[in-house]
């Protein structure tokens, strides 16, 4: 039914024995900010298990930096308020993997925790796993399969920044082909070599294939439990940076680094109770469980598309006809629409279609769940089907999601449903940031019309 790693508890109950058997003599400690950004230390073997439970510990303006690498200030921020106390990166030694590409090295996420030990509500693994827990309560487990797109060029990373990611050429592509049968030999071995370097992360991938945009890479992934599914992704996105520095090529999970080259993350998710899977009704697709889980993402996926599409750029996808929803629509079997639920299988799950690349996957996934808790409270039922193409709607068509990053701010913040599931203090957070990234962003000078210069140099490497 899903993915597991057995050896994920050999080293939670002894990472001294594992990391010497792996030969480490150093560990990255990775955690990850409602930014999307990674944050962390390199520590020494001796200093890493000396540190443990709690991890090490960084700095809490780590937590108030934007994708830009600014300090996001002028709302409330909680009880760390920029005055430099440590938060903890407390490491979860189930996720120990030594780097392929570096030998000697071994990697392990954590939460970002108080220096109390407490866990933080705006760390994103921490809030992914409050809607776990909660569901867990209720005897519920979750299954989850990513779909994630990147777009690769042909030049490398150095030689994008010197051309201020400007003029840039897909990798393998001069026109659109979705899916095409004979993909380009440079196309062909990035992805042969991101695969190479997932099967040695140990990271489980069932197909990747050429998309419509120009350049696009879409790779997919295997059922697995939530927590884990969200860390595998992490690891990919890394993965594909890796290769493609190895490759002298540079890759991006921006939205929009160019026109005609859109991203997005598409979220696989499947309710289960008793190993039962609890969409289906005696083994058939459809239930009340669904109904209530389809009725409350789509009236809130108005507020979650601030989670889903958190930076200017992400809202240059929310093109009418150009595949990315425009909608709080659903329908069953429908790629178009914002969430379909798919029952011809007989394993009845609901893709989640709205997030862009650039998202972060732990707070994407945990803004569905929230949705599907949300329902599962008020007994939301399901507004009418859509049938047909949704990506030909007419101009102004109602209902609609934001279209720009303040309007989805404020539809979070008027959420009185997923603000509960989700918290107050992280509904605050995330409001008060994505205002600050607009303001970067209107005062910077760019032109809203277009893909900026301001808009690469944020975000072409730092989402």
């Given at each position: 039914m899903?993915?597991r ?5 050999e080293?939670a109950a002894?990472?001294?024995?594992w990391l010497?058997?792996?030969?480490i003599?150093?560990?990255?400690v990775l955690?990850?900010t ?5 944050v962390?230390k390199?520590?020494a073997?001796?200093?890493f ?7 090490p510990g960084l700095?809490?303006?780590?937590l108030?930096q ?17 005055e430099?106390?440590?938060v903890?990166a ?6 120990l ?7 000697g090295?071994?990697s392990?996420?954590?939460d970002l ?5 407490q ?8 809030v992914l796993?409050?809607?776990l827990?909660?569901?867990g309560e209720?005897?519920y487990t979750v ?14 990373f150095?030689?994008?920044r010197?051309c201020?990611?400007?003029g840039?050429h897909p990798l ?6 979705l899916?095409g049968?004979?993909p380009?030999?440079?196309?062909v071995?990035y992805a042969?070599?991101?695969t190479d370097e997932l099967d040695?992360?140990g990271v489980?991938?069932t197909?990747w294939?050429n998309?419509g945009g120009?350049g696009?890479?879409?790779i997919?992934?295997?059922?697995t ?14 993965a594909?940076r ?7 090529r540079?890759v991006?999970f ?6 005609r080259?859109?991203a997005?993350?598409?979220?696989h ?5 008793d190993?039962e ?6 083994g058939?697709?459809?239930s009340?469980v669904?109904?209530a889980?389809v009725?409350?993402?789509?009236s809130?996926?108005p507020a ?6 958190p ?8 093109t ?5 929803p425009?909608a709080?629509?659903?329908?069953r079997?429908n790629k178009?629409?914002?969430?379909r639920v798919l ?8 893709e989640?279609r709205l ?7 732990y707070?994407?996934?945990a803004?569905?769940?929230?949705g599907g808790l949300?329902?599962m409270?008020?007994?939301?039922e ?5 049938e047909?193409s949704?990506?030909g709607?007419?101009?102004g ?7 720009t990053?303040?309007e989805a701010?404020r539809a979070l913040?008027?959420?009185e449903?997923?603000?509960a ?6 509904v605050?957070?995330w ?6 990234e ?13 893909i900026?210069?301001?808009e690469l140099r ?5 989402v």
């Amino acid at each position: 039914m899903s993915v597991r790693d057995p050896s994920r508890v050999e080293r939670a109950a002894d990472p001294a024995v594992w990391l010497e058997d792996h030969g480490i003599r150093s560990v990255q400690v990775l955690a990850t900010t409602l930014q999307g950004t990674t944050v962390g230390k390199r520590l020494a073997v001796d200093e890493f298990l000396a540190t443990l439970p709690a991890g090490p510990g960084l700095p809490d303006t780590v937590l108030h930096q934007s994708v830009g690498g600014d300090y996001a200030w002028g709302w409330e921020l909680g009880p760390w308020q920029g005055e430099l106390r440590d938060v903890k990166a407390w490491p979860d030694l189930a996720t120990l993997t030594a780097m392929p590409d570096q030998p000697g090295v071994a990697s392990v996420l954590a939460d970002l925790r108080d220096d109390e030990g407490q866990p933080l509500p705006v760390c994103p693994r921490t809030v992914l796993k409050t809607q776990l827990a909660r569901l867990g309560e209720l005897g519920y487990t979750v299954q989850v399969a990513f779909e994630l797109e990147g777009t690769v060029f042909e030049e490398s990373f150095a030689e994008a920044r010197a051309c201020a990611h400007r003029g840039l050429h897909p990798l393998g592509a001069s026109t659109k082909r979705l899916c095409g049968g004979h993909p380009p030999r440079p196309y062909v071995e990035y992805a042969d070599a991101l695969t190479d370097e997932l099967d040695r992360l140990g990271v489980g991938w069932t197909s990747w294939v050429n998309e419509g945009g120009l350049g696009q890479l879409e790779i997919n992934f295997p059922p697995t439990e939530a927590l884990l599914g969200a860390d595998l992704l992490l690891r990919t996105r890394t993965a594909m940076r890796t290769v493609a520095e190895s490759l002298g090529r540079s890759v991006s999970f921006m939205a929009m680094p160019a026109p005609r080259s859109p991203a997005g993350l598409h979220v696989h998710v499947s309710l289960w109770k008793d190993e039962e899977n609890a969409f289906t009704t005696g083994g058939e697709p459809g239930s009340a469980v669904l109904d209530a889980w389809v009725g409350g993402i789509v009236s809130t996926m108005p507020a979650a598309t601030s989670l889903m599409l958190p930076n200017p750029n992400s809202y240059r996808r929310l093109t009418p006809g150009h595949g990315a929803p425009t909608a709080p629509l659903w329908g069953r079997d429908n790629k178009t629409v914002a969430l379909r639920v798919l029952t011809r299988s007989g394993a009845a799950r609901l893709e989640h279609r709205l997030a862009g690349a650039d998202a972060n996957p732990y707070v994407v996934l945990a803004a569905v769940l929230a949705g599907g808790l949300a329902g599962m409270t008020a007994g939301t039922e399901p507004p009418p089907e859509f049938e047909g193409s949704a990506w030909g709607l007419p101009y102004g068509f109602e209902p609609h999601l934001p279209a720009t990053i303040a309007e989805a701010a404020r539809a979070l913040e008027a959420d009185e449903a997923l603000r509960a599931q989700l918290g107050e203090q992280l509904v605050r957070y995330w409001v008060g940031s994505r205002r600050w990234e607009w303001y970067a962003f209107h005062t910077s000078g760019a032109d809203p019309r277009s893909i900026s210069d301001w808009e690469l140099r944020r975000y072409f490497e730092n989402v």
